[in-house]
């Protein structure tokens, strides 16, 4: 079973792109697919398909797939490679209306080369990456172990993570004169 996951969306910025993909991509696999869609309403034909579930049970979707194809999100990352599962990442873009920002994509690149991480950049490379991943895993042997770069992505994706943390702060106090803006600030104690 292939297991795609969006994660977390809200109403108008879903990624219908990649379930479209997918779903036209599932109905040539001799494997069944299963995919979060988060708050996308048109179902697709040819998936087996849900919103949203609790952590416990999206953890048995990683357990029992094959491999995950899905958005570039941390969490989805560190899952996938926790379980010994190859990822395909298809960063969602601001392009599209997909996200407020391209930092799924800058991680995405981050991540390229690392044992059992696959980057997707044209929605056009999804079939013929699914396809040479199954090989690996099914041909190869390929499950990555995430035990022996543990460490060192964690610490990575810890750093990635305080810099975007940096430059939204910085962001924001641009955005108000060089200062944080409390909303409690106007109240005098």
Known sequence: MIFV??????????????????????????????????TIEDRPRHIQSFGYLNYVEILEYFKRASMIVGHCGVGTVIQALTYGKPIILVPRSKTYGEHIDDHQAELANKLRGREGIFVVDQMGQLRDTILEVKHLVEEKGLK?????ERKR?????????RGVKRTRVREVQTMNGG????????HRQ
Do not use: C, W
Not at 179 to 186: A, F, I, T, V, W
């Open 5 to 38: 996951t969006v994660g977390n969306s809200i109403k108008g910025v879903e990624f219908h792109r990649l379930i479209k993909e997918m779903d036209g991509i599932a109905r040539d696999l001799n494997e069944d697919v299963v995919a979060q869609i988060g």
């Open 179 to 186: 200062r944080m803006k409390n909303e409690d600030s106007n």
């Open 153 to 161: 992505l964690l610490a990575f994706l810890q750093d990635y993570l």
């Open 144 to 148: 990555p172990r995430f035990s022996d």
